[in-house]
Nanobody
């Protein structure tokens, strides 16, 4: 079992930045791929980025260059830096975990946090 708790969401103006954190607890953090997803109101959950133990990352094409995922294996934490935010980035951002590969489908992730709201005003 892996428990995930996100933090760092909030309200920011367009062009601003936010840093999201996800603290993991429970089983060992090794061999666990961590992902960030987001879900806007009335829309399906979409992949943002993922990272594996070694630090290798994968991003949704539309997020590249603005968002950065990182992890601290000793602290069992994963982070998402959001820069140059746009109103269309408004969503609930979820942290997720799975064993093995860093896949981009929400259906492939077993463990989920409760989500943190990010609101970008124009």
């Amino acid at each position: 079992q892996v428990q995930l708790v996100e933090s760092g969401g909030g309200l920011v103006q367009a062009g601003g930045s936010l840093s999201l954190s996800c603290a993991a607890s429970g089983r060992t953090f090794s061999n666990v791929a961590m992902g960030w997803f987001r879900q806007a109101a009335g829309k399906e959950r979409e992949f943002v980025a993922a990272i594996v133990w070694s630090g290798k990352t994968n991003y949704a094409e539309s997020m590249k260059g603005r968002f950065t995922i990182s992890r601290d294996n000793e602290k069992k934490a994963v982070y998402l830096q959001l820069n140059s935010l746009k109103p269309e980035d408004t969503a609930v951002y979820y942290c997720a975990a799975r064993n093995g590969l860093m896949l981009s489908s929400a259906n492939d992730y077993v463990y989920w946090g409760q989500g943190t709201q990010v609101t970008v005003s124009s």
